[in-house]
């Protein structure tokens, strides 16, 4: 849990060292490459979402920003449903992130703390949902939903959604918590603190960080998730709903700016948790 | 050590035990059920509605042909990337989260993104037509031009998933430990063969679970294909929505449901055999 990619700098930093200068400029011109290759989709797509009407359909572009305006823009959230499809993906996703640490935190201490029976069909249960198509598991609920009444609403979606992201906070908070000595805990009930106050007082603060890296996983899997959140909404879609489901008849510069509003959470949150990355994953992948 | 068993760990796991239940495995019955069930009675009349779709054949050689061509590219790609970023020394960070980035973009961002560039007016014409290379704007993504489309698709899957096959990659790299690298060079052994002797075997198991994951979401890719050639190119994923939402026949929708799970538990159970690693060859 500790590992972050600083930790690896250093036996790296020997070996940077001794390449000689003609490799250097090989590694350097290849990742140049890569980087471009990760940025300019991100930045075309931008020209596009400000670009507006005219700008899509210039003849021929150039890659350099012209006449860009908010105009385009606040144009397409202006359009009737727009804001309400992005309000909807806040509330479904800020439901998982709620729904995927209530249920998925406990597990994985339980796991981190106790031995108990059942304990390697609980992981059994948990590991077997990353060899199905999650997603797909939404065509049945149409029914059901329909029948309870969560059908249409970003609360539903957002049940779904959790059934992604739980096995995932699980799995992480499992090892966050292993990545905490029991001895902590052991010694606040030593002073009289009671096994629920111990783990307020002790544990808790020192898992947040890891906590709130499991919580902006779940917030990006909910937010991004097309499939299931289109099948399950008519009229109250989620922005992804929503944009696949105008795809057809909207002008492009309106999936640009959609897409651009899609884009812009996700490089925001990996940038928050970028120090998480590695160990979160490479946890949630063992 | 462990604690004592008591009613504790139960009441702390039962939550998402009973939540996983209702919200996983009864679906999961639910599917197959749907899928047997016409009219009144079992039958296999949704499976051979299916069957005899007029997009079914094509659906299921798009989603093959999809799949075997992204993930390999990815998962060489994605070595590639992680070799180059170990060698790294300042920048390490930077050059990292830029990598990482398209870990958190949709599957119908990422076609949008790739829209914006391949579109008639897009980019990559106005770019070839500085070239001298085309005379005007040209269509890449309609039914005329199904190659182009398809190598579309490949881009934009290559782009926004690759960076998930390096991040697993990377965390199992972390766990190799440095000595068996510098013995061998002590031994004299090449870059190459330090690759393919010490760092590709002892990958194994992050490579199984990259392999694992990746391949599952390729049979359901769809939101790449639908930003950028709507339906002009079918996939699995894609047929059993329409059947869902436009047909509104439940019964064919959970068919391709089940036809997806069936084949991504195959990956799996292929992945788990194949590239299994005993105890003892565990660092």
């Keep these: ?286 | 050590m462990p604690a004592r068993t008591s009613w504790i760990p139960y009441a702390l796991i039962a939550p998402s035990v009973i939540f996983l239940a209702a919200l996983f495995l009864v679906p999961l019955v639910q599917t197959v059920w749907l899928s047997v069930s016409a009219g009144d009675g079992l039958s296999l009349e949704n499976y051979r509605r299916m069957a005899g779709d007029l997009n079914f054949a094509l659906a299921v050689k798009n989603t093959f042909l999809l799949t075997l061509v992204v993930v390999p590219l990815q998962v060489v790609l994605a070595l590639a990337m992680a070799t180059m970023v170990t060698k790294l020394d300042k920048g390490r960070d930077l050059v990292l989260w830029v990598l990482t980035i398209p870990l958190g973009i949709s599957d119908l961002a990422a076609g949008l993104a790739w829209l914006a560039l391949l579109q008639n007016t897009g980019y990559l014409n106005s770019a070839l037509y500085a070239l001298g290379l085309i005379q005007g704007p040209v269509g890449w993504l309609s039914q005329e031009t199904p190659v182009a489309l398809f190598f579309a698709i490949v881009l934009a899957e290559l782009w926004r998933a690759t960076a998930i096959v390096l991040v697993i990659l990377i965390a199992g790299l972390q766990l190799i430990p440095k000595e068996f690298a510098e013995a061998a060079e002590i031994f004299g052994a090449r870059p190459w063969t330090r690759f393919t002797r010490i760092t590709l075997p002892l990958l194994k198991p992050s490579l199984q679970s990259a392999l694992i994951l990746r391949t599952v979401l390729a049979f359901e890719v769809f939101a790449v294909v639908y930003a950028l050639g709507g339906r002009n190119f079918p996939v699995l994923a894609g047929e059993a929505y329409v059947w869902q939402n436009d047909n509104q026949n439940y019964g064919v929708a959970a068919a391709y449901a089940v036809l997806i799970m069936a084949i991504s538990l195959a990956a799996t159970a292929v992945y788990l055999r194949v590239l299994r690693t005993r105890p003892e060859q565990l660092p």
Excluded at chain 1, 48 to 61: D, T
Aim: glycine content about 6%; overall charge positive.
């Design chain 1, 1 to 286: 849990m500790t590992t972050t990619a600083a930790d690896l700098t250093s036996p790296a930093k020997n070996r940077a060292m001794a390449l000689p200068s003609a490799r250097r400029l090989l590694l350097w011109t290849g990742l140049a490459v890569l980087i471009a290759w990760v940025l300019v989709p991100i930045y075309l797509v931008a020209l596009g979402a400000f670009g507006g009407r005219l700008g899509v359909f210039r003849w021929p572009k150039s890659i350099w920003p012209s006449d860009l305006s908010f105009a385009a823009m606040s144009q397409f959230l202006a359009i009737e449903g727009v804001f309400n499809a992005l309000l909807n993906s806040l509330i479904a996703a800020g439901l998982t992130v709620v729904f995927s640490i209530a249920l998925g935190a406990p597990a994985g201490y339980a796991l981190a703390r106790y031995t108990f029976r059942g304990q390697n069909a609980y992981r059994l249960l948990v590991l077997l949902t990353r060899a199905f198509p999650l997603a797909i598991l939404a065509l049945p609920l149409t029914v059901s939903f329909i029948r309870l009444g969560l059908y249409d609403t970003p609360f539903g979606v957002s049940l779904i959604h959790t059934v992604l992201a739980l096995p995932f906070a699980a799995l992480v908070t499992q090892s966050l918590f292993m990545g905490i000595p029991r001895e902590y805990e052991e010694a606040a009930w030593v002073f009289g603190c009671t096994r629920f106050q111990a783990f307020i007082k002790v544990i808790l603060p020192l898992a947040l960080p890891g906590l709130a890296a499991t919580a902006i996983f779940a917030f990006v899997i909910s937010w991004n998730e097309v499939f299931a959140a289109s099948i399950l909404t008519v009229r109250e879609r989620t922005l992804t709903a929503y944009l696949l489901r105008i795809l057809a008849e909207s002008p492009l510069h309106y999936r640009f700016a959609g897409g651009f509003i899609l884009i812009i959470p996700s490089v925001l949150f990996i940038f928050a948790v970028r120090r998480y990355l590695f160990a979160v994953w490479g946890i949630a992948s063992k």
